[in-house]
T-cell receptor, first 111, second 115 residues
Framework: DAKTTQPNSMESNEEEPVHLPCNHS???????IHWYRQLPSQGPEYVIH???SNVNNRMASLAIAEDRKSSTLILHRATLRDAAVYYC????????????FGAGTRLTVKP | ETGVTQTPRHLVMGMTNKKSLKCEQH?????MYWYKQSAKKPLELMFV???????ENNSVPSRFSPECPNSSHLFLHLHTLQPEDSALYLC??????????????FGSGTRLTVV
């Protein structure tokens, strides 16, 4: 899988939007961009994924750059429950491959 | 509750013990996975099963032995473990192996301590 780069940590204030960046400059045309998050003492949780177009769901929005070399996970109003490690992962759509995690971004939400 | 249930939640075992971790899903998924998460390390993929067949063994030592009797159940049999095997063991499932489909569903994990 192509490599992704995320900041180690970010802070946000409660009820404010959060933009979590991910760089993937070596992304191929068939790589899907997946985001997961892991709350303390839990397994990772699927958040959202996309290929080329921006995506929205009840949890978050995914904004994908036009050249696809970066993407941003947007939490529209952060809550204390959003404090977690967020992982950005690329998965090649040409193969039935597994999913491999990096270190992710640790998001702290301040009241 | 995510739909993937792992038991036990916590396990302490001696280096000479034999124990098994269990994972169960009734989501109708066909692929199941074991991951290991050690302290301050990223998740490491251990095994992949698709339609009960093992499709990947990520160079895991033989003291870890997976078993997938059907698409809903996955076991990880443990024997003669080392203290460095202490970690959070996570099970996940997905509809299939295609990356463009819906994502993985993870269980809450088994926290294993080897003494």
């Amino acid at each position: 899988d192509a490599k992704t780069t995320q900041p180690n940590s970010m802070e946000s204030n409660e009820e404010e939007p959060v933009h979590l960046p991910c760089n993937h400059s070596t992304i191929s045309g068939t790589d899907y961009i997946h985001w997961y998050r892991q709350l303390p003492s839990q397994g990772p949780e699927y958040v959202i994924h996309g290929l080329t177009s921006n995506v929205n769901n009840r949890m978050a929005s995914l904004a994908i750059a036009e050249d696809r070399k970066s993407s941003t996970l947007i939490l529209h109003r952060a809550t204390l429950r959003d404090a977690a490690v967020y992982y950005c992962i690329l998965r090649d759509g040409r193969s039935s491959n597994d999913m491999r995690f990096g270190a992710g971004t640790r998001l702290t939400v301040k009241p | 509750e995510t739909g993937v249930t792992q038991t036990p939640r916590h396990l302490v075992m001696g280096m000479t013990n034999k124990k098994s971790l269990k994972c169960e899903q009734h989501l109708g998924h066909n692929a199941m996975y074991w991951y290991k998460q050690s302290a301050k390390k990223p998740l490491e993929l251990m095994f992949v099963y698709n339609f009960k067949e093992q499709t990947e063994n990520n160079s895991v030592p033989s003291r870890f032995s997976p078993e997938c009797p059907n698409s809903s159940h996955l076991f990880l049999h443990l024997h003669t473990l080392q203290p460095e095997d202490s970690a959070l063991y996570l099970c996940a499932s997905s509809q299939d192996l295609r990356p463009g489909t819906y994502g993985y569903t993870f269980g809450s994990g088994t926290r294993l301590t080897v003494v």
